[in-house]
Each structure stands twice: as C-alpha cells, then as structure tokens.
C-alpha cells in the first residue's frame, strides 16, 4: 500500500473554485496513472478524472468536462484537480487513487486503479 494524502477540499458556494491536491510517497510517482473518483451520499462512486504517467493524456467523466483540469508536477509527488464553476451536485468526497499498471490509457473505472487515498469532502451549497 502506497500512502496518498489528498488535500484542499472545503465548503464553497455555486459557482466557485477549489484545487485539490493528492500527494504521494513511497513510489516513483511518474510510473503511475493517476486518477480521482468521488462520492456523494447514497451514490456509488463515480470516475471524474485521470491522467497518464507523463501527463501527456487525460481523461474526464461528462459529468466534469469543460469545468475540472486535471494536473500532475511529477518533482513534486503531486497530482492536482482544479474545479471550477462548482454545482451543488459536486458535492461528494473526492479520491485519489494510483495505478501501476502498464495500461495503453489512464484507466477510468475503479478496479483499474491499486492505491487510494482517504478522501477529502468537497461540499457545494446554493
């Protein structure tokens, strides 16, 4: 198990912006597809992104296309979410999670990925 600590969530109105931050240890970060998931109360858990070991691919569920940026800084151990024009139905803990695998594309389903954080909350009110 590879810790990853994700960061930055908090309470915003419609409308507003948050950056998540996932940072990673105990691997060498760039060999890892990296993705972030969330979950809001009484839902499964939903693919919102993913980017490839480079970040030279990514990904976004329709939900989040046009409004979240995926990022990663490799030197850093760090994979970043920008939200932007935030809805009351982007409510849901937030996860980072990273995969190993030697996959042609950043995989967008929850068994594609090994490691998960704990999650962050993200919630959003009218």
């Known amino acids: 198990q590879v810790p990853l600590v994700e960061s930055g969530g908090g309470s915003v109105q419609a409308g507003d912006s948050l950056r998540l931050s996932c940072a990673a240890s105990g691997r060498t970060f760039s060999s890892y597809d990296m993705g972030w998931f969330r979950q809001a109360p009484g839902k499964e858990r939903e693919f919102v992104s993913a980017?490839?070991?480079?970040?030279?691919?990514?990904y976004y569920g329709d939900s989040v296309k046009g409004r979240f940026t995926i990022s990663r800084a490799n030197a850093k151990s760090t994979v970043y979410l920008q939200m932007n024009s935030l809805k009351p139905e982007d409510t849901a803990i937030y996860y980072c999670?990273?995969?190993?695998?030697?996959?042609?594309?950043?995989?967008?389903?929850?068994?594609?990925?090994?490691?998960w954080g704990q999650g962050t909350q993200v919630t959003v009110s009218s």
């Open positions: 980017i490839s070991r480079n970040g030279g691919s990514t």
């Open positions: 999670a990273a995969d190993g695998s030697y996959r042609n594309v950043p995989g967008q389903t929850i068994g594609d990925y090994d490691d």
